[in-house]
């Protein structure tokens, strides 16, 4: 393996972007809970459900700090080991990212600053429109990234032009459905995950006999509902990407014949790529299936004076949180090996997308950026489990303790 520099690139590149993507997706199926939670307590002036969004957000911070950490380090990671990718097809694919980037770091992170820094100093409208902006910016950037995904899968709106792409058709881009039905699917998806995450945690405080302010039977509640609702959408929109890839016309304006097209395609040995993505395929069935389980147990937190009576029953949801993440990596390698050997379909192979790298620039590249990203996520597992177990008192955002006065009693004067 290690004398094979294109294999070491695709391993690093699955993991990494495998890596990244678990933050995006908590991110994302997080961030409707904390709008909603903070919209429903600033319409009843309720400072427990303010409480409440205050413990959410501050694990919605953790993950999203590591997330652009990540984000970063992917960013470099094409520059490094797929320069061939972005020499043809630069002004295509790298577009998109521009613009995603520009989204993420400018507007996100400024209202999620202005957010975290504007308790008690905003006015309260004021503040949650703060957050609305980062969901909405959260969801633009992640169909930014679908955007550029998706030309790489249904490359639409470009030509060659001296063996670069130039994009002419902006609309057929934004509009591609290879982007668009990703994208769908993208937001039913992590909405499993948010719902997944927040009934673990709540599970643990219930479990434990901790409900301050019965935050957590409601995140409980909402979560067991969301993930009912969520899953249907999930698997249908997953169908209509793979069903609409299938169907798909030859792309135009390709710079390879079909003879040439058709050679690479039989000279490319997919047996173990194709291996790799049926197991891809059958853990994301396997985990939605299991969900889907998950859901109907949750909702059995409607029923009155639920959880009390089944408390014992609430431990084994305090691990589920793998399922959904199993099922996003799962059905991302699924995507991705699919698309092979091409890394443009019908006009840039993932060979000569790749930059021309020995077995030694290979292997250092694959050991450096393999450790950064498992040191992240370690990083960002432990802190998020850490703050989750303290509860809402002891959270990033938890409000601080009232200063102990340094007021003493008047003297008595003696007599």
């Known amino acids: 393996m290690f004398d094979d520099p294109l294999l070491l690139a695709r391993l690093q590149f699955s993991f990494t972007a495998a890596t990244h993507y678990l933050f995006v997706a908590f991110t994302l199926g997080l961030a409707p809970f904390i709008l909603f939670g903070q919209l429903g307590a600033v319409l009843r002036r309720d400072p427990a459900r303010l409480r409440a969004v205050r413990f959410w957000g501050g694990l919605y911070v953790v993950n999203y700090g590591m997330g652009v950490l990540s984000g970063l380090v992917m960013e470099l990671q094409l520059a490094v080991n797929w320069s061939g990718l972005s020499e043809a097809f630069g002004y295509a694919f790298g577009a ?37 902006v980062v969901a909405a910016t959260a969801y633009a950037s992640a169909y930014w990234v679908l955007v550029a995904n998706g030309f790489l899968r249904s490359p639409v709106g470009f030509e060659m032009r001296g063996g670069t792409a130039v994009v002419t ?62 899953l249907m959408p999930t698997a249908a929109t997953g169908g209509l990407q793979f069903g609409a890839a299938a169907d798909a016309p030859p792309t135009s304006g390709l710079t390879l014949t079909a003879a040439e097209i058709a050679a690479v395609e039989d000279a490319y040995d997919g047996g173990a790529a194709a291996a790799i993505g049926a197991a891809g395929e059958m853990v994301m069935v396997l ?42 990596v799962g059905g991302w390698v699924y995507r991705e090996t699919e698309r092979q050997p091409w890394a443009v379909v019908h006009h840039l192979t993932t060979a000569d997308a790749m930059t021309d790298l020995g077995p030694v620039a290979a292997g250092v590249s694959f050991s450096l950026f393999t450790a950064a990203f498992a040191v992240l996520a370690g990083t960002t597992w432990w802190l998020l489990v850490r703050y989750a177990r303290r509860g809402p008192d002891g959270g990033p955002l938890a409000p601080a303790p009232p200063p102990e006065s340094d007021a003493r009693p008047p003297a008595v004067p003696v007599a």
Request: proline letters at 6%; a positive charge; aromatic letters at 12%.
């Open 287 to 328: 985990s939605w299936t299991l969900m889907s389980l998950l859901a109907l147990a949750l909702l059995l937190a409607w029923v009155p004076k639920a959880p009390g009576p089944l408390r014992w029953a609430l431990w084994p949801v305090v691990l589920t949180p793998v399922l959904p993440y199993a099922a996003s």
């Open 169 to 230: 058709d902006a609309t057929a881009l934004l509009a591609n459905p290879a982007a668009v039905l990703a994208f769908a699917h993208v937001v039913a998806g992590t909405l499993m995950v948010g719902a997944v995450v927040v009934a673990a945690v709540s599970a643990y405080h219930l479990a434990r006999g901790a409900d301050p302010d019965r935050m957590f039977i409601r995140a409980l509640r909402a979560s067991g509902l969301v993930l009912a609702l969520a």
């Open 96 to 132: 998109p990212l521009a613009v995603e980037t520009m989204v993420a770091f400018f507007l996100e992170s400024t209202f999620l600053g202005l957010w975290i820094f504007g308790w008690d100093r905003m006015n309260r409208w004021a503040h949650l429109a703060c957050f609305a």
